[in-house]
Structure formats: C-alpha cells, structure tokens
C-alpha cells in the first residue's frame, strides 16, 4: 500500500460496480456467475479500504432501476446479497467496520431487510471503517423521501418553510451523519454517476476505470486514491497563483464600479464555498 500523506486521503469514497454481466458475458458464463465473481471484489476492496484506513466505503450494490431486469436475475441478487451479508457480519464485526444501509425498504424482500438491519445492529458500535450499502437506492428517490419528510414536517407547523436550507435537507437523508462523497470511482469505462449520491457527491473528484467490477482489486483502488491524492480541491475558489491577477483585475474594475455593485462584491466573497469562475 502506498505511504500517503494521511491530510491528502479522501474521507468517504462512493463506488459504482458496474461490468458484472459483461464480465460473465465474455467469458460465456451466465450473468449470476458476474455477480458471484463481483462479491469476492467486494470483499477485497473493503479489505483495501481497512488497510488505506479510509473512514467510509458506500457501495452500489442494487439501485431502484435494477428492478427492470429478469425476475430471474433480480432473485439471485435478492438471495445471495441476503446470504453474503449473513456470512459476512462476523469478519466485518471482527475487523470493527460499521455497516450502514441506505435505500428504500418497499420492494425489498422481507429477508433482505432484516438482514441490513440486523447488520446494522450488530456493528453499531463499532468505530472503524462505515461500509455502506446502497441496496434499491437512487439518488433522487433519496431525494424525494427527504423532501416528503420535510413537507410534512412543515405541514404540522414545525418547520417553517423559509427556514429551510441545505443543512436541514442534508438532517433528511437516509444517513444524515455520512460526509460529503470526496472520491466517487466507477468501473467498466462507463462515465456517467447512474443516480448514485447525488447530493452528497456534489464537489466529489471523479474517477472512471476500464476494469469491470470482478477484475477490480484493491491495486486498482489504492490507485484511485493516488489520482484523488493528487488533484487540488478548490471548491470553487482560485489557485494560489492567481491572487496577484485577481487583485490587479479587482482594483482596475474598482475604479468603474458603483457604490452599490462594490457592496454586492463584497458580499459573494464572504459566501463559503459560493462559485467564483
């Protein structure tokens, strides 16, 4: 594992495991066996997640769209996601990760369900890796199930409605403790996020790989790391660099701007994180 900067690691990191099928396709294996080769990539990058020491690890396992696949193929991933976090649970509490799930009960089997929560209540005190699993998740059901909260929260007059902010939607999410998304990573060569964390992947640095999920190893995330590693994060300010110009520029523009427009400068410089290109 490579020696980090431990200020430089991203905090929480957000995974897309795409390629499951196309893996099985190419080798002329059915799909189910794509998804068997998927679990043990699984569990090799939560082991490369506990050695980089990273604080969370959400994973894609089943969105809300998943369900317009083959009854056959959605009751296979019903069953052995059930049965793998059943056996899993032991080395996961072992190794002190704390399991999270994040998604919708409805469609999700009974059995399913109990064994996320079951999940959940076993590790619940563990103070290590936060693995979540995003199991009939989609990011704008996510957000959707915040704004009904909300709503309602409004109609019995507890909120009011010109209180509401980013914060308070943020206290509405499935998991209102989980970080912004720092490094969002997806495999297959596919470059689209697929309705995965929308709101907290919004200032995410992105990373798109060719490998397909079952060929994913923990080289290939510490590998991730090293590009997040490397990136300048800015949140919308400026390079270092670029001060000297932009008071030049300012002061120039200065001499021409009105009373009112020099106040309403002022004010967006002062905004935290405001969009400044």
């Given at each position: 594992?490579?020696?980090?900067?431990?200020?430089?690691?991203p905090?929480?990191?957000?995974v897309?495991?795409d390629?499951?099928?196309r893996w099985?396709?190419?080798r002329?294996?059915?799909?189910?066996e794509?998804?068997?080769?998927g679990?043990?990539?699984l569990?090799?990058v939560?082991d490369?997640?506990?050695?980089?020491?990273l604080e969370w690890?959400s994973?894609?396992?089943f969105?809300t769209?998943?369900?317009k696949r083959?009854t056959?193929?959605v009751?296979?991933?019903?069953?052995?996601g059930r049965?793998?976090?059943?056996?899993?649970i032991?080395?996961?509490?072992e190794n002190?990760?704390r399991?999270r799930w994040?998604?919708?009960p409805?469609?999700?089997?009974?059995?399913v369900?109990?064994q996320?929560?079951?999940?959940?209540?076993?590790?619940a005190?563990?103070?290590?890796?936060?693995?979540?699993m995003c199991?009939?998740?989609g990011?704008r059901?996510?957000?959707?199930?915040a704004m009904?909260s909300?709503?309602k929260?409004?109609?019995?007059g507890?909120?009011n409605p010109d209180?509401?902010?980013?914060?308070?939607?943020?206290r509405n999410?499935?998991?209102?403790?989980m970080?912004?998304?720092?490094l969002?990573?997806?495999?297959?060569g596919e470059?689209?996020?697929s309705n995965?964390?929308?709101?907290?992947?919004?200032?995410a640095?992105?990373?798109?790989?060719?490998?397909l999920w079952?060929?994913?190893?923990?080289?290939?995330?510490?590998?991730a790391?090293?590009?997040?590693?490397?990136?300048?994060?800015r949140?919308?300010?400026a390079?270092?660099?670029?001060v000297?110009?932009?008071t030049?520029?300012?002061?120039s523009?200065a001499?021409?701007?009105t009373?009112?427009?020099l106040?309403?400068?002022?004010?967006?410089?002062l905004v935290?994180?405001?969009?400044q290109?």
């Open positions: 594992m490579p020696n980090w900067d431990r200020e430089k690691l905090r929480h990191v957000a897309v495991m390629g499951n099928g099985a396709n190419q002329g294996l059915p799909r189910t794509g998804h068997k080769a679990i043990d990539a569990v090799e939560v490369g997640a506990l050695e980089a020491d690890l994973t894609y396992a969105s769209e998943n369900w083959s056959g193929e009751f296979f991933l019903m069953k052995s049965d793998v976090m059943r056996d899993w032991g080395k996961l509490n002190n990760v399991v994040a998604g919708r409805g469609r999700l089997w009974k059995s369900v109990d996320l929560k079951e999940a959940e209540r076993v590790t005190g563990n103070t290590g890796l936060n693995l979540t199991v009939n998740y990011g059901a996510e957000l959707v199930d009904r909300i709503a929260d409004v109609a019995a507890r909120v209180k509401i902010d980013e914060e308070l939607i943020a999410l499935y998991i209102p403790e970080p912004d998304v720092d969002f990573l997806r495999t297959s470059l689209r996020t995965f964390l929308m709101w907290e992947s919004a200032y640095e992105y990373v798109f790989v060719d490998e079952p060929d994913f190893t923990k080289e290939h995330l510490f590998s790391i090293d590009q997040y590693a490397g990136r300048d994060r949140y919308g300010g390079l270092e660099g670029a000297e110009v932009a030049v520029e300012r002061d523009a001499n021409e701007a009373p009112t427009e106040e309403a400068t002022a004010a967006i410089t935290p994180g405001s969009e290109n």
